[in-house]
């Protein structure tokens, strides 16, 4: 079983606020990524990280920003916070095994009035 | 442009009978393809893969087929359960033949409403 953790689970919050969603998993994975999702809407990777100290843009533009300065961290960052930015942020690491699944935290959604 | 496709938004299908799941792909680079189940405010979790090199795996009740020829992929589920109903994405990705960024790719998904 997978052991990846987001916090907080739901957050509702006011315009220009800076919020930090959390990632940790336990796995010792050294891939890590971050997904944004809407409702009906395809996964779109925002971030990606392959190790410590290592981070890149994914396929979406995101005014989101990453760290990783451990690998069992990977945190989120927006530093002014927008109606635009509400959505669904899901944290994912990847093992080193063949197959190349992606395993999920629960996931953290994002409302901004 | 979406590289993966899944043009059913919704499928019902009454409980015990067979639900069946497509997804179209495009880039001809994609080398694993994997089938991943979500519940509402819950992260997706693996259900089954399958490598270009096969065109069919089987884990219990879920099979997926794979026609690279026609770049399409299904995913059985036989039989339904009332459990099943979830969000089923599809995902793939070019692991081993170096196209394309690295993660998975995922189509919209299909809401499989499960009915008694």
């Known amino acids: 079983e997978a052991d990846i953790y987001q916090t907080p689970r739901y957050l509702v919050i006011g315009t220009g606020k800076k919020i930090t969603l959390e990632c940790s998993q336990t796995m010792g994975h050294d891939k890590m990524y971050w997904y944004q999702q809407d409702p009906g809407m395809e996964l779109h990777l925002i971030h990606y990280s392959y190790g410590v100290n290592s981070t890149e843009k994914g396929d979406l533009s995101s005014e989101s920003t990453v760290s990783r300065i451990r690998t069992e961290h990977f945190p989120l960052t927006l530093e002014s916070a927008r109606p635009s930015h509400t959505s669904q942020y899901l944290c994912?690491?990847?093992?080193?095994?063949?197959?190349?699944?992606?395993?999920f935290g629960e996931g953290s959604r994002l409302t901004v009035l | 442009d979406q590289q993966v496709k899944q043009n059913s938004p919704s499928l019902s299908v009454q409980e015990g009978r067979i639900s069946i799941l497509n997804c179209d792909y495009t880039n001809s680079m994609f080398d694993y393809f994997l089938w991943y189940k979500k519940y509402p405010a819950e992260g997706p979790t693996f259900l089954i893969s399958?490598?270009?090199?096969?065109d069919k795996n089987e884990d219990g009740r879920f099979t997926v087929f794979l026609n690279k020829s026609a770049k399409h992929l299904s995913l059985h589920i036989v039989p339904s359960q009332p459990g099943d109903s979830a969000v089923y994405f599809c995902a793939a990705s070019a692991r081993y033949s170096g196209g394309g960024a690295d993660g998975l790719t995922f189509g919209k998904g299909t809401h499989l409403i499960i009915q008694p």
């Open positions: 399958i490598s270009s090199i096969k």
């Open positions: 994912a690491s990847m093992g080193r095994a063949k197959t190349g699944e992606l395993f």
